[in-house]
């Protein structure tokens, strides 16, 4: 089995920074695509930012030029470096890793985070 564990989520004032972790363990031969989403109420659930394994990224277009996303392959683990946040990004924010769990295994399953709840306040 694999697991996501996110960190990082809070309450923070309208300009304000937020870093997001999600890291992945259990069975996991390599991960492919890594990618941050999000889901505010009432509304479907939106691509943030997405990293491939070779590092290449892509941004929603509201995202871009504040937020960024790196990953780091030796500990299985994304982050999403969030700066001048606004009240329209409060959301709960979702990591996704396509995973490859053996060195056979010939197709990526796909692995989400429990959440994590990013407020944006004053």
């Known amino acids: 089995q694999v697991q996501l564990v996110e960190s990082g989520g809070g309450l923070v004032q309208p300009g304000g920074s937020l870093r997001l972790s999600c890291a992945a363990s259990?069975?996991?031969?390599?991960?492919?695509?890594m990618g941050w989403y999000r889901q505010a109420p009432g509304k479907q659930r939106d691509l943030v930012a997405a990293i491939t394994s070779s590092g290449s990224t892509n941004y929603a277009d509201s995202v871009k030029g504040r937020f960024t996303i790196s990953r780091d392959n030796a500990k299985n683990t994304v982050y999403l470096q969030m700066n001048s946040l606004q009240p329209e990004d409060t959301a709960v924010y979702y990591c996704n890793f396509n995973v490859q769990r053996t060195i056979s295994s010939t197709y990526y399953i796909p692995y989400w985070g429990q959440g994590t709840q990013v407020t944006v306040s004053s």
């Open positions: 259990g069975s996991i031969y390599r991960i492919n695509d």
